[in-house]
């Protein structure tokens, strides 16, 4: 059984930083796409950034280019995502997923078969 658990939110100041995980287990990565969706309360799920865990390709929204980073430790099998220079409008509750088996070229959001519970970044000015 596939798990995605993620860790790592909290509540910053705008211009602060946290680092949020994601800890898979259940599957073993032959090559798979990995990502960080966030939704903000009364919108829609987004893209924030997806890796291609076999050839590390990343993928960013250009909301967040130059602000976030994401990574793969694959070993460990964990998903990182480093935030920096946080703004208000970066509230949401952040979501890992996984989609085994694939690169992340022509990704959808509906493409990720499997998703965590949730971490939530909160933002304030």
């Known amino acids: 059984q596939v798990q995605l658990v993620e860790s790592g939110g909290g509540s910053v100041q705008a211009g602060g930083s946290l680092r949020l995980s994601c800890a898979a287990s259940?599957?073993?990565?032959?090559?798979?796409?990995m990502g960080w969706f966030r939704q903000a309360p009364g919108k829609e799920r987004e893209m924030v950034a997806r890796?291609?865990?076999?050839?590390?390709?990343?993928y960013y929204a250009d909301s967040v280019k130059g602000r976030f980073t994401i990574s793969a430790d694959n070993p460990k099998n964990t998903l990182y995502l480093q935030m920096n220079s946080l703004k208000p409008e970066d509230t949401a509750m952040y979501y890992c997923?996984?989609?085994?088996?694939?690169?992340?070229?022509?990704?959808?959001?509906?493409?990720?078969?499997?998703w965590g519970q949730g971490t939530q970044v909160t933002v304030s000015s």
């Open positions: 890796v291609s865990t076999k050839t590390s390709a990343t």
């Open positions: 997923a996984a989609r085994p088996g694939r690169n992340c070229i022509g990704l959808g959001l509906a493409s990720f078969a499997y």
């Open positions: 259940g599957y073993t990565d032959s090559g798979s796409c």
